[in-house]
């Protein structure tokens, strides 16, 4: 157990060949010993101060557990294995819930943004694909799985988005998704498993399978 220094976030971890990738940071509450049944949030910026929280108003606290923290920055970092300094960081102005390295690119969930698909050695090629452009209200992409040359994007309030992504930087809508809330997917076989709440978990077939 310890530390890797250069890397940060603690939602989505990838291993790529010698290199190790993370991103996201996640809420907490902890019990504040000094003042008697109050809970006290963990800040996660320095600069914010520590408020308490009455036990009896939890409603109106911070998210705890492994919710997303909602931050107006965030950053994919990624660090050698074998060389630890050897680093890359990749800033945006908005929080990475999940991505995935394909080949060459890195592909970025941007919350209620879509995605940003870009050349992990030469970033300025890059494109982002709105989730807007092809759905009303998508809410925001909650998680990135790949099969292949597809990509299945899990979105809060769509369901999930189809895309062939053997071009990258041009992905092509196989499918626009539905109305359907996700909150987290992943491939089983010829399956995707679909955590959706109502029912607990829905099964869809792959496409082609």
Sequence with gaps: MGIV?????AVSLVKDGHWLFASGRRTGLYWSHGIACLLTQNASKQDESISPLSPMNTLGGPASGGAVLDEAFDAITAVNIFDP??????AFNTVVPDFL????FIIAAVDSHGLVIFNRDRPEIRT?????????????VVKL????TILFVSASQAGVIVLDIRDPVNPVVLSAGNQQTISAADIYKDRLIAATGKPTLSVLQLPHA
């Design 128 to 140: 982002t694909f709105s989730l807007a452009s092809i759905v009303e209200n998508p809410g925001n």
């Design 85 to 90: 300094a050897l680093t890359q960081n990749y």
């Design 5 to 9: 220094e250069g890397l940060e976030g």
């Design 101 to 104: 390295v394909y080949g060459d």
């Design 145 to 148: 799985t790949r099969k292949g």
